[in-house]
């Protein structure tokens, strides 16, 4: 019989020198250049709040130098009088019998690259590639914005509603335990600049977009933040071996990401990487139990009636059991996503 | 397994072809794409979103047999599968593997054999890519719209009519869109004539921002703005869309589009084509259920003569993203999982256990996350019926069989009550599972005839029996409503019938019989009569006699309507408090 620790599905812990997306929207104004190094908290772009369609008149010949593309930004006209009123600066859409459509509106946010890195590719009104210098560690999913600030890991125990204070504006926090929308309205709130989070229910993630919605309605916003969630919906204890990136990340200033989700660690950091028979069980009744592979331990007959394959595990509290195969985890060697 | 088609005599599944006059077998012929050197075994493999899922089909007295079947969840390694499966055949079978593999086969130093370097058939599903439709009109919008998610495709729509252009560019520029589909119908209106021309240059300006993003042209849309676009995107050029909306009749288009989405080893397509050949080979009426975690589709598989008189099917396939096994996203997914779901959860838990189950569909696999799976799978094949009715009919067919992994994930006659549950339709019908994932990877295999042949020596073996559904509809509820009459295995079995209950009579796998049910009235059992004499095939939950309504109706208290389906669940699944 094989030992083979492949059969038990692999996910990634860490990825080496992370391509992050940043995404834009037609209106938007870049401001960095393909090449540009960029560091964590530099701007790179202009991002419109409202955006709308404004037509003009496409100018008279000679206007121009060339003939502009889509997605180019376009300076203001001045209006000319007894003709026409002048046309915004605004970005490009397209130009159709004899007008253009471009993409404009007031109020700028400025959006900031969440880790060090370089400008890789510019997508106007789409997105912006960045290469990021150092790893990211694999997160499912961003609510919120793209942030970065000194990742402060507070305890397992601490209850978010005493621990959160305007001390830590600024700081990107991880919370281990049981956490709402509420507290993380609240860390907004603060100036905390993000929260990364073990898991977080669909009903708290919906309170939380509702809040960002009302943020983003309001004329006089408060910085972005984001909230990075590592692991699904149901509540689940953050696995040992992410536990140790963590820590080891602890007090460095560190960017926060949707696209793909990941927390971005300085790439002076030194990280512990996974062992690798190692395995985390993620449902079940031993849900949130680690231990070492020993190898398959065949079909068999779970509760229910249903059967299905199981792998041996000796647990770190000293048993040895028949998991199923499909409750396990393990971590992968990091692979690099550029 | 022994199939029969109801209401004719009983079918011989010795489907083997007929030797040429050479005495050699065509199947031997038809097997040489992946039998170059005449491997005496071959593996399957099922990439799905979820599940990984492997089979091992050797000769064995020169026919091809499931040897070894397994399944385990997506991001497992192929090659540690397939050395599972081998191991497992060593087990069994030493002899006949050594002689298979042409030895035992060398131990690496950590004491593990390599599985042999026989063939594979693979087939993958991938999850429902994005696709942004820009349309002149809301009509043509619909149309297109409705084309392009029975091909598969998840859909974000918009038309000039309704939608302004900045709005259009981020519709189509959005996170995850990886195609564009500009249409108009052909002949255009007046309205939509002088659309077009807009539509394509907005297409144009599209394409420059998303470099490699393909674009799809429907009806007369002029292609010059976007052959002049920087970058030079790729465009072909599709049927335009026709009928009306909602009038989902196959089309050209939706066929280009599913073309356009899918590769050649595409699971779903796969299965179209596995669907075929068991049609041709059974000489039944074939249905397939199949229930992804990031897709569903139906296919319907109708036999008829062939002009050489052989055998022929029409096959029609019909894909349902929205169908998806967890997909919650649409008002009302998450009413129909409780309505189905016999423990009681509050709402917010029940969606974050979906929720978990879409990221994480092997989690929580037995106890009560089992009886979730299977709610969230009545839930779906119910938005799969829905979406597909009105394309494929509800007509009867003689053979159901369940694919994709929700089918396995609860326990055979479990599944059968599923079926029973959701596809409610008069008439007796046959309940299978594709237990071992083959007909996808064996849908692969491009000739038909070859394909035949294989599927025709592994019919015993491909198909897990649930047993015969027979549904009966127009009984006055809970009244004594007559008898049945069952001849099977030599005995001779009398059942008498309740409407409004179901109705379990042991019938074992591979045994056939015929049923005579008598009733008092004159219900629909296909067409109306009082007495019908209908072949039945026996299976893992035997002979199910479902005389609840047509369709199904519970109590609307959630209380009554749990302890309701809990009572049918027990009867099917005795474990399930396990």
Do not use: C
């Not at chain 1, 019989?1 to 992050?20: F, H, Q």
């Not at chain 1, 700081?171 to 956490?179: D, H, M, Y």
């Not at chain 2, 394509?200 to 010059?224: E, K, M, N, Q, S």
């Not at chain 2, 969230?376 to 067919?397: F, M, S």
């Amino acid at each position: 019989m094989t030992d083979a620790i492949e059969l038990v599905p692999a996910r990634a812990l860490l990825v080496p020198r992370p391509r992050i997306r940043l995404e834009l929207q037609p209106g938007d104004r870049v401001t960095a250049m393909v090449g540009d190094v960029v560091r964590a908290g530099e701007v790179v772009a202009e991002r419109i709040r409202d955006p709308r369609l404004v037509e003009a008149p496409v100018p008279r010949a000679g206007v121009d130098q060339g003939t502009p593309l889509p997605g180019t930004w376009l300076p203001g006209e001045h209006a000319r009088a007894g003709r026409r009123v002048g046309a915004p600066a605004g970005e490009l859409l397209f130009e159709h019998g004899g007008r253009r459509r471009l993409a404009t509106g007031p109020h700028p946010d400025r959006l900031h690259a969440p880790a060090d890195g370089y400008v890789l590719e510019v997508e106007a009104g789409v997105a912006l590639v960045l290469q990021i210098d150092g790893p990211g560690l694999v997160a499912t999913e961003l609510l919120g914005e793209p942030h970065s600030g000194r990742l402060i890991v507070m305890p397992e125990d601490a209850d978010p509603r005493i621990v959160l204070d305007v001390a830590l504006a600024g700081a990107v926090i991880v919370l281990q335990g049981r956490v709402d929308a509420e507290a993380l309205a609240r860390a907004r709130a603060m100036g905390i600049h993000g929260a990364v989070v073990g898991s977080l229910a669909d009903r708290e993630r919906r309170d939380l977009a509702a809040s960002s919605a009302r943020q983003q309605a309001g004329l006089h916003r408060l910085a972005p933040f984001g909230a990075l969630v590592l692991g699904g919906y149901l509540r689940r204890p953050l696995s040992a071996a992410v536990r140790a990136v963590l820590d080891a990340a602890s007090g460095s200033v560190v960017g926060l990401v949707g696209d793909p989700p990941l927390l971005l660690i300085p790439a002076d950091r030194e990280l512990p990487l996974p062992e690798p028979d190692r395995v985390v069980v993620r449902g079940g009744l031993e849900a949130g139990s680690e231990g070492r592979w020993l190898g398959p331990a065949g079909i068999r007959r779970l509760r229910g009636g249903i059967t299905a394959e199981t792998g041996l595990v000796a647990l770190d509290d000293g048993r040895t059991l028949a998991i199923p195969i499909g409750e396990l985890e393990r971590f992968a060697v990091p692979v690099s996503s550029g | 397994m022994n199939l029969v088609k109801p209401g004719t005599a009983e079918l011989s599944v010795d489907a083997r072809p007929t030797p040429t006059p050479d005495g050699t077998e065509p199947v031997a012929e038809a097997r040489e794409p992946f039998t170059h050197d005449r491997p005496p075994a071959f593996f399957t493999l099922d990439h799905g979103t979820a599940t990984l899922a492997g089979a091992l089909v050797g000769r064995v007295d020169e026919r091809w047999r499931l040897l070894a079947a397994t399944a385990l969840p997506a991001g497992g390694s192929p090659d540690a599968l397939a050395a599972l499966l081998v191991d497992r055949f060593r087990s069994a079978d030493p002899a006949r593997a050594a002689a298979m593999a042409g030895g035992p086969g060398r131990r690496t130093r950590k004491g593990t054999r390599p599985p042999p370097a026989w063939p594979r058939l693979a087939a993958s599903s991938v999850p429902a890519e994005t696709l942004a439709i820009i349309a002149a009109t809301e009509r043509t919008r619909a149309r297109l719209e409705d084309a392009a998610v029975g091909a598969g495709w998840n859909v974000v729509a918009g038309s000039a009519e309704r939608t302004d252009p900045l709005e259009l560019t981020r519709l189509a520029t959005r996170p995850g869109v990886v195609a564009l589909l500009v249409g108009v119908a052909d002949p255009p209106d007046v309205e939509e004539r002088d659309l077009a021309a807009e539509l394509a240059v907005a297409a144009a300006g599209i394409a420059a921002r998303r470099p490699g993003l393909r674009i799809f042209l429907a009806g007369p849309v002029p292609a010059a703005p976007l052959l002049d676009a920087w970058g030079a995107p790729v465009v072909a050029r599709l049927p335009a869309p026709t009928g009306a909306p909602g009038d989902l009749a196959d089309s050209a288009l939706r066929a280009a589009l599913a073309s356009a989405r899918s590769g050649p080893d595409d699971s779903r397509r796969a299965l179209a084509a596995a669907a075929g050949s068991l049609a041709r080979v059974l000489s039944l009426r074939v249905e397939i259920l199949e229930i992804g975690v990031a897709g569903a589709a139906r296919v319907v598989a109708l036999p008829a003569p062939a002009d050489d008189g052989g055998v022929a099917a029409t096959v029609h396939l019909v894909e349902v993203p929205d169908a998806a096994l967890f997909r919650m996203d649409h008002p009302g997914s998450i009413d129909r999982v409780d309505h189905w779901f016999t423990q009681g959860l509050d709402r917010a838990r029940l969606r974050d256990r979906l929720a978990e189950l879409a990221i994480a569909p092997w989690s929580d696999i037995d106890g009560d996350g089992a009886l979730l799976r299977g709610a969230a799978l009545r839930a779906a094949v119910e938005r799969l019926l829905a979406a597909t009715d009105p394309v494929l009919g509800v007509g009867g067919v003689d053979l159901v069989i369940g694919a994709g992994g929700a089918w396995s994930a609860v326990p055979a006659p479990a599944a059968a009550h599923v079926v029973a549950d959701v596809v409610r339709r008069p008439g007796a019908v046959q309940a299978a599972i594709d237990h071992a994932r083959l007909l996808g990877p064996l849908g692969t295999i491009a000739d038909d005839a070859e394909r035949d042949a294989v599927l025709a020596d592994l019919v015993d073996d491909l198909l897990l029996p649930l047993g015969t559904i027979v549904m009966p509809r127009g009984l006055r509820p809970n009244r004594a409503a007559g008898h049945l009459y069952l001849d099977a295995g030599g005995a001779r079995t009398e059942v008498e019938l309740v409407a409004g209950g179901l109705t379990l009579v042991d019938l074992p796998p591979g045994v056939t019989g015929t049923a005579e049910l008598a009733f008092r009235g004159t219900p629909e059992l296909g067409p109306h009569g009082r007495r019908f004499r209908v072949a039945v095939s026996g299976g893992l939950a035997g002979l199910l006699l479902d005389l609840r309504d047509i369709p199904l109706r519970l109590p609307e208290r959630a209380d009554r309507r749990r302890e309701l389906l809990g009572t049918w669940e027990r009867a099917l699944w005795p474990e399930h408090d396990a």
